[in-house]
C-alpha cells in the first residue's frame, strides 16, 4: 500500500466507511460517485490520519464524529491506498502538473 495525503473541502465527503477497523486503520467501502473525493480515494483504502491525528485504531462511529465536527474546514486525510498512480493523473503534491515526452 502506498502512503497518500488526501485533502479534504469542507462539508460532505461522499466516502462510506466499513465497520472493519484494525491497528491498519478504518477500510473505505464505498466512494459516492458524487463525491468530491471520487478521484482521490478508492473502496478498499484504509484512512489511518485525519489533520494529522492517528486514527488507525478508531472505531468508524469515532472516526465520523470527528469528520463531522471538521465539516466546516478543510481536513487532511492520510490514506493508505492501493491505487497506482498512472501517468495521467498527478500524484499528490505535484501541483497539479503533468508532463508529456513531446516537445
Do not use: C, H, W
Not at 8 to 17: E, Q, S, T, V
Not at 33 to 60: F, N, Q
Amino acid at each position: 500500500r502506498t502512503k497518500v495525503t488526501v485533502v479534504a473541502p469542507p462539508g460532505k465527503l461522499g466516502i462510506i466507511l466499513a465497520n472493519k477497523t484494525d491497528s491498519k486503520g478504518t477500510v473505505v467501502s464505498g466512494v459516492r460517485t458524487s463525491s468530491v473525493l471520487a478521484d482521490k480515494v478508492s473502496p478498499g483504502d484504509r484512512i489511518i490520519a485525519i489533520d494529522g491525528e492517528d486514527v488507525s485504531r478508531m472505531t468508524v462511529s469515532e472516526i465520523t464524529t470527528i469528520m463531522a465536527r471538521k465539516s466546516e474546514f478543510e481536513r487532511i486525510l492520510t490514506v493508505l491506498t492501493t491505487k497506482a498512480q498512472t501517468d495521467d493523473q498527478p500524484s499528490a503534491g505535484t501541483g497539479g502538473e503533468v508532463t508529456s515526452n513531446y516537445r
